[in-house]
């Protein structure tokens, strides 16, 4: 549960709000920086999608808010995974690799949000073991993963020692360490685009 109260308006949790269009613009920031012929823009459109979902959910946190901020917070995941795996044993990624799981949870968010979130958090641990494996066989890549994931797991600190009773929570402020997570987590997604955005899987001994 987040620290920031609830507001009356459209915006129901402003800065959490606002914050998640740092997925928004880390997008478009992906989808300029890394643009070749011939590249798809499957993954800077994901990452946007993330920060659409959430502030769907934080804002208006109108129907279906759970599927709309989940789905293409794990399709990034699985993303992600997907493409790990490929780099791991040099084959293209596929679409179906992480797509399919993306869809095969829908069933599960809609009818139990709270498993929902747990899945969640299960491809994200794989998605992050995946990761530094890649980071551990892939020299081209252990940089980047290696930035990222540290500000994913500096953001996750943050965000759970805010959440509502934590210790860094303070209702009210415009401190709120959910939108701190948001950032952190855009700009480690834009970090790891040199890597999922490569034309051909590469796996260095």
């Not at 109260?5 to 959490?16: K, N």
């Not at 459109?45 to 804002?59: D, K, M």
């Not at 999922?196 to 260095?204: E, I, K, W």
């Amino acid at each position: 549960m987040t620290c920031e109260p609830l507001a009356d308006g459209l915006l129901q949790e402003p800065v959490a709000a606002v914050s998640s269009l740092a997925f928004v613009l880390a997008g478009m920031v992906i989808a300029v920086r890394h643009r070749r012929p011939r590249r798809p823009l499957g993954y800077p459109a994901l990452v946007a999608g993330i920060g659409i979902g959430s502030f769907y959910q934080h804002g208006p946190d109108a129907a279906y808010s759970d599927l709309v901020h989940d789905l293409p917070l794990l399709a990034t995941l699985a993303f992600v995974a997907a493409d790990s795996a490929a780099a791991l044993t040099g084959r293209p990624r596929l679409w179906w690799w992480w797509a399919l799981p993306t869809l095969a949870l829908v069933p599960l968010i809609l009818a139990a949000p709270r498993a929902g979130d747990l899945a969640q958090v299960v491809v994200a641990a794989l998605t992050v073991v995946l990761a530094l494996a890649r980071a551990r066989a892939q020299t081209s890549a252990r940089r980047p993963i290696g930035w990222a994931v540290s500000l994913l797991a500096v953001g996750g600190i943050v965000g759970t020692l805010s959440r509502a009773g934590g210790p860094l929570c303070v209702p009210g402020s415009l401190w709120q360490g959910h939108a701190v997570w948001h950032v952190l987590a855009a700009a480690a997604l834009v970090i790891l685009a040199p890597v999922v955005q490569r034309s051909t899987p590469a796996v260095q001994a």
